[in-house]
């Protein structure tokens, strides 16, 4: 025992990692044999590279230098009871923060942390950090002026001031997660965008933006992006209401974007597909699942406009037979495709598929309830399968595969 104490010494972060795997009661019991082993249970989480994952509550602030002497430049903080100024005063090298989840982390406690410029820093994730306002985004945009990604996912008081502090001082960003941010609209939107410009440069430099659940946003918003953000490679839309078939005109012509996410807007049909068929998009992916009002005529102009597509999800949408049919003899690039709960298509279009779509990797039919063993054999068949959800398939009366 004396000897693994002593090698425990030398070797923290080994210890911690396997402590990691403890449950609450055994940490308790091997914290009792030393101060290394004490530490390694509570103050060290995990180690793994160069990325540490921190409860930072009765951390001595000395741990920080030595994260920085490891080579640490990546910390996670699990829980938050002391101040955040201790990581950022003992890494001053820091490359990515993640404070996902800290939910009493406020702007005082931020502003505390953040009172120079941190070149390094090029990743803060505050995720669900939900007293974080406008104010930390402004301090941020004046510290942080290299960061690259930001994750704002769950922040629900933040505003459009907050993005136009943001369009202001963050022209590096290229990732910005904006999920479930209630409060921004249209205008918040074209700050980004540069729309703006006597206030704010925009993030000009964007590549991916989620706007999951941002219930103002209307197709106004799709006109800043695609005149402002025209490096934007991922797009994510889900669950934005607001929007509809004439916002998809704006999007049609931009050409570097290549995943598009319209997943549950209710108010995007065969029409909104048609406009992105017609332009000059080249689109390696796009869901459209739960889109009501999607139907057969949604294939046919995927198969004349973006027949280049890698990923497609129809989940829940009113397709038929008729429309893989209309599909499935131009999509050579097809690797994925999702068609649960597809209620219409049966072994036909099943058939249809495995005979065309010879490249795909992946199908999701689950809750497709029509279909039978025969269908499924020659699914089964294609060359390069690997992933098959049949969640709630009804193989016969009698007998179901789960």
Not at 233 to 241: D, I, K, M, Q, T
Not at 279 to 294: A, E, N, P, Q, Y
Not at 350 to 369: K, N, P, R, S
């Amino acid at each position: 025992m004396f000897e693994f104490t002593h090698i425990s010494c030398l070797f923290p972060e080994i210890l911690a990692m396997i402590f990691s795997y403890l449950d609450v009661r055994d940490k308790g019991r091997v914290a009792q044999v030393c101060i290394a082993w004490r530490d390694a249970s509570y103050h060290k989480s995990v180690w793994r590279g160069v990325e540490a994952k921190l409860h930072l509550r009765r951390a001595n602030p000395s741990l920080f230098p030595s994260l920085q002497a490891r080579g640490i430049r990546r910390v996670q903080i699990l829980s938050l009871r002391r101040s955040l100024s201790y990581v950022i005063q003992g890494m001053p090298n820091i490359e990515s923060l993640n404070l996902s989840g800290c939910y009493n982390l406020t702007d005082n406690g931020l502003g505390h942390a953040f009172v120079q410029e941190i070149p390094s820093l090029r990743v803060l994730n505050l995720s669900l950090c939900k007293q974080i306002t406008d104010s930390s985004l402004g301090r941020i945009a004046q510290y942080l002026k290299n960061l690259e990604v930001l994750e704002l996912g769950g922040c629900s008081n933040i505003t459009n001031t907050g993005l136009l502090l943001i369009a202001w001082g963050l022209h590096r960003l290229k990732s910005l997660n904006l999920r479930s941010c209630r409060h921004v609209s249209d205008v918040g939107i074209g700050h980004l965008a540069g729309m703006t410009r006597s206030a704010a440069e925009g993030c000009l430099n964007l590549e991916y933006l989620t706007l999951q659940d941002c219930q103002k946003l209307t197709d106004l918003s799709l006109k800043h992006i695609s005149k402002g953000l025209t490096k934007l490679r991922v797009l994510n839309l889900s669950f934005c209401g607001g929007i509809s078939d004439a916002g998809m005109i704006h999007l049609s012509h931009m050409t570097s974007l290549w995943s598009l996410n319209l997943r549950s807007c209710d108010n995007i049909s065969d029409t909104g597909t048609m406009h992105l068929a017609m332009g000059t998009l080249r689109l390696s992916g796009l869901d459209v699942s739960f889109c009501d009002k999607i139907g057969d005529q949604t294939l046919a102009y995927i198969a004349q406009g973006l027949y280049q597509l890698k990923s497609l999800s129809l989940c829940s949408c009113h397709i038929s037979d008729d429309g893989i049919n209309r599909m499935v003899r131009q999509m050579h690039e097809l690797r994925t495709l999702n068609i649960g709960q597809c209620v219409r298509i049966t072994d036909k279009g099943l058939e249809l598929i495995a005979d065309h779509l010879t490249q795909l990797v992946g199908i999701d039919l689950y809750g497709c309830t029509k279909i039978t063993k025969r269908g499924l054999e020659r699914i089964t068949q294609l060359p390069c399968l690997k992933v098959l959800n049949l969640g709630l398939w009804q193989m016969t009366e009698s007998e179901k595969v789960r």
